[in-house]
């Protein structure tokens, strides 16, 4: 099952990832001023990703990528180069399937240390 991984860049601008269960980064998000607008940005894109017609297919030199869009256009995350359309096609169709359960893990909550106690 893919995850949503929320992250805080140096310059305190929040984004998205979306990961596979191993580790690889299939998309990326735009940067929020708020991790609000990044978690709104991740409720988009579980809609979004549902919707006929949102995707752009991006060709590059040796590879081809896709651009997952709201209703409103907005570009909501992107995905990773792939080395064909098949490959980056079948990569979509799964994330159509696992987007709209995927659970969210928010790196930027600091956790507490936790303390050993010895009772005696």
């Known amino acids: 099952m893919v995850r949503f991984i929320i992250s805080r860049t140096r310059q305190k601008k929040f984004y998205y990832t979306v990961e596979s269960p191993d580790l690889t980064t299939l998309l990326t998000s735009n940067f929020y001023a708020s991790k609000i607008g990044c978690q709104k940005g991740i409720i988009a894109l579980k809609n979004a990703i549902q919707g006929l017609g949102r995707y752009q297919w991006v060709e590059q030199e040796s590879a081809v990528s896709f651009i ?48 050993t106690v010895v009772i005696s």
């Open 68 to 115: 997952i869009k709201s209703a409103k256009g907005q570009r909501l995350a992107t995905s990773k180069p792939y080395d064909c359309v098949p490959e980056a096609s079948d990569v979509l169709s799964m994330l159509k399937k696992e987007i709209p359960g995927a659970l969210v893990d928010d790196q930027t909550v600091k956790v507490r240390k936790q303390e």
